[in-house]
């Protein structure tokens, strides 16, 4: 039997975790051959690929960013070879897969769930080992009929070989995100999510999954990032496995987990700003509402408050970046409502912020009950809603607007004193700042091009001019200081006019050069003298102090702005008086 275990991922950088539990558990009887394409790669290459290893039977891990694709691959597929066996598995068919069998007859088996054991079951079924019907968790055709066997027990997960020992993988390890799973299920059940189907949690040994990352690290991996539904639910086993990673972990090795954050106690989160190394944590945290009738709807228990204070006492520890998921589109949470969830999520000012759109994800229960909440959906994957009875699709379109402009603006944290004025001192609130931008930007056809750094600079004065009610000065200083903040040595091109006088220029240098305290605080690649200062130092008019982040009320302030540039450093910024000047 020729085996070959096959998905399509949505990027290069992702692996498929699947398959390498489903070849470790089927070896060493059998030897699958595991084949990664991704969605973007042409249907006819990923056949032609397959193809050629000959293989007797073919698995495809399916999920919601590749069944589209990956039919396409077995249709084709199995044109070149009827008598090939397609084996389909993964939470895109587990569920509904009555339809699946019956809209792709090209799929000879789809495995329900768990799949390490029912699909080794499979293989031992077509080597003639067992029956059909001794494999559990399957289903199938015959004669047209639908069949399907109940799932067998649980897999004790501390018995699983490990995943990771393969040594094709290892020239990878260090250019992809390598996924590790430590537990098995969540005990939360949030009605629009999968793992909330699943009942209990379950647990891998912990030496072999602190084996497995020792083992992953010294063979180049940089990006680990642990799929467990919640990884913070037992306190205990979270603090052994930050601990030991925080003692053990390579330079340059980040390690992501999805947190829930209301259950994070503040000790762990003390103990972690105090021990673990900038950098090497990365904390997602989905929030998605907070509404509370929409969290009792979609039964979502989430404390708010306490979720906020792990957000920022994690952001004030300045340790571990976060990322911060929402989902507009939930029940009753209606344009306003999905305004006041953004306004106070964005109060914490989490370093990054993903709006997500509503998926009704087979399976689930909010897929479910559908037609109680008037929800309208695309009917193909990834099944996003188009509107329900509290949200029309123009609200959606207004929501989605955001997206772009608070990741370039937000997100990529180009221009965080610029942003928190505008957001605190201009408009009523951040979601009308960023909403309002991005409707603008959207007109403008902006979502479709390129940009450069100056670009989102004069895109953004070319709004708020039009926007008005705008201290255009003290918003200009701003985006002046964080343009040049950005810069480690004197900037090529300004995407203002500069509007120095020569004569006030020269007079500013010299009495920069006469400030002796001044000099003797900062650092240049060499002695500032009248040749070379301008070579090292930027020199411009501002309505206000430069400073780490703009305070709120932050009086206006006309002077000049004077940048001091070290190669490989920041630039300093020094404020001179403009009747000083
Ligand atoms: C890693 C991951 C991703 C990665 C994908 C990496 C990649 N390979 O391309 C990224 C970050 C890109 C991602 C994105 C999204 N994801 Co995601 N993601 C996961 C996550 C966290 C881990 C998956 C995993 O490896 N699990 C561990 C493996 C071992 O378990 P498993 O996948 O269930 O596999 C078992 C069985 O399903 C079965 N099986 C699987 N394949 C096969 C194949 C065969 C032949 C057989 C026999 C059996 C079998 O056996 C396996 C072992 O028991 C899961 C949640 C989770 N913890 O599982 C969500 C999950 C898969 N994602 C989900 C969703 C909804 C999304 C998004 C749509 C979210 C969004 N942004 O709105 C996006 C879509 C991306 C896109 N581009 O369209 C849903 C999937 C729904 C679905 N029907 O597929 C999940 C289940 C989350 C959830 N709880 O709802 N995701
Ligand atoms: S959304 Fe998170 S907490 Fe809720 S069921 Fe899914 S994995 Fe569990």
Redesign the pocket.
């Known amino acids: 039997m020729n085996i070959v ?1 096959t ?5 290069y950088i ?9 070849k470790s558990y089927a070896m060493p009887e059998y030897e699958p051959i595991l084949a990664e394409y ?2 973007k790669d042409p249907v006819l290459n990923i056949v032609s690929d397959i193809y050629q290893k000959k293989p007797t039977i073919v ?9 589209e694709e990956s039919i396409k691959v077995i249709r084709i597929l199995k044109k070149t070879n009827p008598e090939l066996v397609i ?6 068919v ?2 509904d897969f009555d339809k699946w069998l019956e809209e792709v007859p090209e799929i000879d ?1 789809i ?1 329900l ?4 054991r ?2 080794k079951q ?1 293989l031992d079924y077509h080597a003639g080992k067992i029956s059909l019907k001794e494999v559990p968790g399957v289903a199938y055709l015959e004669d047209g009929k639908l069949k399907s066997s109940a799932p067998g027990p649980k ?1 004790d997960l501390r018995e699983l070989p490990s ?1 990771f020992r393969f040594p094709e993988d290892i020239p990878h390890l260090g250019n992809r ?1 390598t ?1 590790i ?1 430590t537990s ?1 299920g ?1 005990p939360f059940s949030c009605q ?5 189907i699943e009942v209990g949690v379950r647990y891998f040994n912990r030496d072999s999954v602190k084996d497995d990352i020792r083992y992953l690290m010294k063979n180049g991996a940089k990006t680990i ?1 642990f ?3 919640t990884f913070n639910i037992s306190r205990s086993y979270a603090m052994e496995m930050f601990q030991f990673l925080i003692d053990e972990h390579l330079p340059g090795t980040v390690f992501q987990f ?1 947190i829930t954050g209301d259950i994070m106690r503040p000790e762990v989160i003390n103990f972690l700003n105090e021990n673990a190394p900038a950098g090497l944590f990365r904390f997602e945290i989905g929030v998605q509402s907070t509404n509370d009738l929409t969290n009792e709807l979609v039964q979502r228990r989430q404390n708010f408050e306490k979720l906020s204070r792990t957000v920022t006492m994690v952001k004030d520890g300045g340790k571990i970046a976060q990322h911060l ?1 929402l ?1 507009a589109g939930l029940p009753e949470e209606d344009y306003d409502s999905f305004r006041d969830t953004f306004n106070d999520v964005f109060a914490m000012r989490p370093e990054e912020l993903q709006l ?2 509503l ?1 009704l ?4 229960g909010l897929r479910i009950q559908a037609e109680q909440f008037g929800y309208t959906y695309i009917d193909e ?2 099944y996003e809603i188009l509107s329900n009875n509290v949200l029309t699709f123009d609200d959606i379109l207004r929501i989605k607007q955001t997206e772009d402009v608070l990741e370039k603006y937000w997100n990529d944290n180009r221009m965080p004193r610029t942003v928190e004025y505008l957001v605190s001192e201009v408009f009523e609130t951040p979601f009308d700042f960023f909403q309002q931008f991005g409707t603008f930007w959207e007109t403008k056809g902006w979502s479709r091009i390129g940009h450069q750094l100056q670009d989102l600079y004069t895109r953004l004065e070319e709004f708020l001019l039009e926007y008005g009610h705008v201290d255009m000065s003290i918003v200009t200083s701003l985006m002046k200081i964080d343009y040049l903040a950005h810069h480690t040595f004197q900037p090529r091109h300004i995407w203002w006019r500069e509007e120095m006088e020569p004569d006030t220029l020269t007079a500013i240098e010299r009495s920069v050069l006469n400030d002796k305290v001044l000099l003797s605080t900062i650092s240049t690649p060499t002695r500032l003298t009248e040749r070379n200062i301008r070579k090292h130092t930027f020199i411009t008019p501002v309505s206000i102090r430069p400073s780490e982040a703009y305070e709120e009320g932050s009086a206006k302030e006309e002077g000049y702005l004077v940048t001091f540039f070290c190669k490989g450093q920041n630039p300093q910024f020094h404020f001179i008086e403009k009747n000083k000047g």
């Open positions: 275990l998905t399509l991922n949505a990027k992702h692996t498929n975790l699947a398959i390498r539990y489903l991704t969605i698995g495809f891990s399916l999920y919601i960013w590749n069944i084996v389909a598995g993964g939470p895109e587990t569920y088996f495995v769930g768990e799949g390490e029912s699909f499979l897999l995943p995100v996924y799973e098995r969540c629009f999510c999968l793992s909330s990032k799929v467990d539904r999805e998921d989902i997500g759109f998926k994800l087979r399976g689930t994957a990834p």
